[in-house]
Structure formats: C-alpha cells, structure tokens
C-alpha cells in the first residue's frame, strides 16, 4: 500500500469504542484461487466508506465474507468487538448488518409495500414459504408507517400496492436498499446501489443516505462504478486490487493518486 492512511498501522486491530467494523488480515481462496489476501481496515461508527476497484478486485466477495456467505480463510472480522468468525448469515443480519446485491432479491410475490415490510425481520430467517407466511401475521400498524416512509424516502411511494416485478430495474434496486433501511442496520453494505439508476435518482439516493446517516449514525459500505456518485456520497475510500488492499485514505486523496488511477480509474475511464 501506498501510504495515504493517515491511522499508523500498530493500531489496526485494537477496536475502540467507536470502532464498528474491523477486519484484521482478512483472506478467501478458492482453491488456489487468492480471492482476498490479508485485508486489513477498520470502519468507525457513522462513517461513510467506499469500497471500489475494477471488476474481479474482491469487492463484492468481502462483502461476501462480512456477512457469513463465505467462511473466511485467514484472520478476523469483529464487528462491535464480536468475531463474526462461524456465524451463520442470519445470526450476522440480527446484529445489524444489512446488505443488498448486485442483482435485486425481491419477493415478486408481494407488493411493493409488503416488501419493505418483510424486510423488518426476513433477512434473518431461510427464506421459505413458511418463514414468508409468519413474517405476514406481524401486526402491520408495528411496521407499515416506517415501511412506507423508507418507500417514499426512495421515491417509491405511488407504487407502493404495485409488484416489484414491473418496476423498472432502477426502481427495484431502490427498493431494496428501502428493504434494509427499514431493518435498521447498525452497518449497512450496498453493492452497486446506482446500477439502472438515472443521474437524478443517483442524487436523491445521495441525499437519502446522507441524511440517515447523520440522522440516526448509520454507517455505510458502499461499492459503486460511477465515480461521480462515490465522490459526492463517501468520505473515505478503501481500493482493491487483485484481491490485496491498494489504498485507503480520504476520498480526494486517494483519488488523486497516481497508482489509484492507473489500477482504477484508468480501467474504469
């Protein structure tokens, strides 16, 4: 790495108290396949964090790892002081940590409304027919209204009785990061959130985090390609590359460096 961090490195790994996320040489193979190799970097509570590379660096893999879908191979992850390490995805999700997904994951089957609401309490059960019907029995007055305020916070509202199937992909995308503000999450992971989104909707997505993350201290992970979006929503940026950390450091230093643009924005134009 390149030294643009401004914490010296003996204080990885001693989490204080407004540490909420660290990883401490964290590592994925497949096979003989180094996914990720020795990733180390904290996140403090209430900050906003971009994590960026060019395709197949490991981003959405360490996001992976965070949240219990791959086992890591090497290190530690603690989250709040608590080793993520054997924990199965759900239990990971009601510590409050929420992700979405390069492709959105909705239930087609319920509305647009019926979605968000769910999202209170699916991301920590096996999705089954079963787990789909208790989760409709929750008293709607308990979580409608915050439902429908994360709705329409994304612009969703008119569309609330709809299915998400026939929305447009942008709409679907901003339907789940709804989902997960609903949930409310202690550390939220968006991956690719401004994918199929118009320059418009990516700026009120701007605005919607922002404002929740100074409202209620929410922290973000953030991957995203447009680079725009990145520099206007994060404060600090985290660079991948080949799997290894390469930067990390305030968003317009680390933008600015050279090795940065030639392994980044280069390829990324």
Known sequence: MNGLVSE?????????ADVLLDLVG????????????D???????????GLVGSNGSGKSTLFN???????????????????????SRHTIARLGIARTFQSP???????????????????YKTPTLL???RQLWIPWHRYASAARGAISACRLGMHEDRNPATLPYGERRLLEVSRCLV???????LDEPTAGLSDEESNALIRLL????????????????????????????????????????????????PHVIAAYLGEEG
Do not use: M, W
């Open 8 to 16: 010296p490195a003996s204080a990885v790994g001693q989490a204080g």
């Open 26 to 37: 964290v590592s994925r193979r497949f096979g003989g396949l180094h996914a990720l190799s």
């Open 39 to 49: 990733i180390t970097f904290r996140v403090r509570k209430g900050e906003v964090v």
């Open 65 to 87: 790892v965070i949240t219990g879908i791959y086992a890591v191979s090497a290190g530690r992850i603690l989250f709040q002081g608590q080793d993520l390490s054997g924990l």
């Open 105 to 123: 994951r909705l239930f087609t089957g319920l509305s647009v409304l019926e979605n968000a609401v769910i999202g209170v309490d699916a991301p």
């Open 131 to 133: 787990n789909l019907l």
């Open 183 to 189: 949930s409310s999450p202690s550390l939220l992971l």
């Open 210 to 257: 922002h404002g929740t993350a100074r409202d209620t201290g929410l922290t973000l992970i953030v991957i995203d390609h447009r680079v725009s979006f990145i520099r206007a929503l994060c404060d600090r940026l985290v660079v991948l590359n080949h799997g290894e950390l390469l930067e990390d450091g305030l968003t317009a230093a680390v933008l600015a460096a």
